[in-house]
């Protein structure tokens, strides 16, 4: 079975600096891209940006890329998100969830989540 | 920059009823259209991929279909357990999520 497991949820001042991890139970977990998801207090979801652990190849959706930073440790089949200096308006709930393989069939990379781990509440407030 | 519009926003039917969500895409995205529930308090999870093929373990009872720009996901007999907001999502290169309907029991 699938399982990306998360950090804790996080309590922090506007400020601070913040790294959330994502593990995977599987070996094959760095033959697969990791993204990241953003939603907010009562909103939907948002794309944020994928991470491929063979080779670090990153991709930020335009609305995050120079507020976060994606980055992987592929010997601990881990994945993280991080911030150098949190918003209050950085409060929501953060997931990792795995794209699936590339499409043979069709010759691409399909860039949705087969599978989402359990999220990170992380609350931002002075 | 592509747009996902969903609607509606949220309705509800009767144990046993039918519904039927719409997705639609701000430009032609071809069958790379995925759709997620949410149960409330939950994290999302996958329901049909390739606008109509259901992923792993998703009951019969949830279908997709469309291409182009209009997709609609339909619920053939709702259950309890389906109280959840829907999202779309289009998954070529610039993937974006609709804003979601969420499907109540009347």
């Known amino acids: 079975e699938v399982q990306l497991v998360q950090s804790g949820a996080e309590v922090k001042k506007p400020g601070e600096s913040l790294k959330i991890s994502c593990k995977g139970s599987?070996?094959?977990?760095?033959?697969?891209?990791i993204g990241w998801v953003r939603q907010m207090p009562g909103k939907g979801l948002e794309w944020m940006g994928i991470i491929y652990p063979i080779d670090s190849d990153t991709r930020y959706s335009p609305s995050f890329e120079g507020q976060v930073i994606i980055s992987v440790d592929k010997s601990a089949n881990t994945a993280y998100l991080q911030w150098s200096s949190l918003k209050a308006s950085d409060t929501a709930i953060y997931y990792c969830?795995?794209?699936?393989?590339?499409?043979?069939?069709?010759?691409?990379?399909?860039?949705?989540?087969?599978?989402w781990g359990q999220g990170t509440l992380v609350t931002v407030s002075p | 920059d592509i747009q996902m519009t969903q609607s509606p926003s949220s309705l509800s039917a009767s144990v046993g009823g039918r519904l039927t969500l719409t997705c639609r895409a701000s430009h032609d995205i071809g069958t790379s259209l995925v759709w997620y529930q949410q149960k409330p308090g939950r994290v999302p999870r996958l329901l049909i991929y390739a606008a109509s093929t259901l992923h792993s373990g998703v009951p019969s009872r949830f279908s997709g279909s469309g291409s182009g720009t209009d997709f609609t996901l339909t619920i053939s007999s709702l259950q309890p357990d389906d109280v959840a907001t829907y999202y779309c999502q289009n998954y070529d290169s610039d993937p974006t999520f609709g804003q979601g309907t969420k499907v109540e029991i009347k």
């Open positions: 969830a795995r794209l699936p393989h590339y499409d043979l069939l069709t010759g691409s990379q399909p860039y949705y989540f087969d599978y």
């Open positions: 599987e070996n094959s977990f760095r033959t697969y891209w």
